[in-house]
Each structure stands twice: as C-alpha cells, then as structure tokens.
C-alpha cells in the first residue's frame, strides 16, 4: 500500500489524540497505566514527503485514576513539575514507508534531560485534511534522571503509546 501525505502545515488534534505509559510496579504484579490530558504538536511535511515537527506534553496532566499518586508522580521522585512541566519530542525526520510505517528520530526530553530517541510509528489514517499515527516504544526512566525505586518495586522499561490526529492548517 502505498500512502501520500498532503504537503503542508499539520496541527495536533487533542481532543482526538492520546499519549498514554504503562510501567510495572509491586515487583511485576501490578501495571500501573495512565495518560496525559494535555497535549499539544505540529509539524510540516516537506515536497519530497518528510516530515518534522514538535510534541508538547503537560507534565502535571498525568492521570493514572489514582489522585495521591498522580501527586507522587509529579513531584521530585518523578517528574518534577514545578522544575520540569513540559515533555516535548522534537521530529527530527519521518519517512514513509511504502507499507504505511513511518521511521521516526528526534529529540525527547523529560525531567530536563534529552536523549535521541527513534522508534517505528503506523500511518494508519491518512486523506488530503487529517493524518493519524499509532506509535508504542519504550523509555528507560533512568536515563531521564527518574531513578526512584522504592524497594525495587519499578522493573523494566516505561512503555508509552500514542495515537496522534494531525490536521492540514494550511501550505
């Protein structure tokens, strides 16, 4: 199958789009999930059909459905808010693959440190107004600063997924 996507300026559509992490905890018994409420992106796909652009996520919107630890998760063992409120990936490239895989790199930073950060995303939507993409990789919060671990009760990876709508806004 072989996809073409509208050159132009794209702008995320929240209220269609979700971010959302899943990480084990109480030593792989538990997964907790939540999601960011708050997100906001663009980006520009170029004549010969890449792509770059930017997501901006509000640290503070964590929602996990559990209110004492989404209060945890934002302060200093975790995200840090108050110093840190914003997770932004900066696209560095996308490229299109001709079976609707979309190779992207850039720049994630979290808690204020930022590591390159490439992983494979599925065009699963695309007309000549609106895109969507569907991406599932994983972060070592470690290599964000984000150590806490209470009696080893965090194992393994963050798994984080995200369903981003784009909309054309124009040329």
Do not use: C, Y
Request: overall charge negative; cysteine-free; charged content about 20%.
């Amino acid at each position: 199958m072989t996809v073409a996507v509208q050159t132009g300026l794209w702008t995320l559509d929240a209220g269609a789009s979700t971010v959302a992490l899943k990480q084990k905890t109480m030593w792989n018994l538990v997964t907790v999930k939540g999601a960011f409420t708050a997100v906001s992106g663009g980006g520009e796909v170029g004549p010969d059909g890449s792509a770059t652009g930017s997501l901006t996520i509000d640290a503070a919107s964590l929602d996990t459905k559990n209110a004492k630890r989404d209060e945890h998760l934002r302060g200093p063992d975790f995200f840090d808010v108050a110093n840190h409120p914003e997770i932004t990936f900066v696209v560095r490239a996308a490229e299109l693959g001709a079976d609707a895989t979309v190779q992207v790199s850039g720049q994630l930073t979290v808690h204020g440190i930022s590591r390159p950060t490439s992983f494979t995303a599925r065009l699963t939507r695309a007309d000549a107004d609106a895109v969507t993409l569907d991406a599932e990789f994983t972060v070592d919060r470690a290599e964000f600063g984000i150590g806490w671990n209470q009696l080893g009760m965090m194992r393994g990876l963050t798994a984080v997924s995200a369903t981003l709508r784009f909309t054309r806004t124009g040329a």
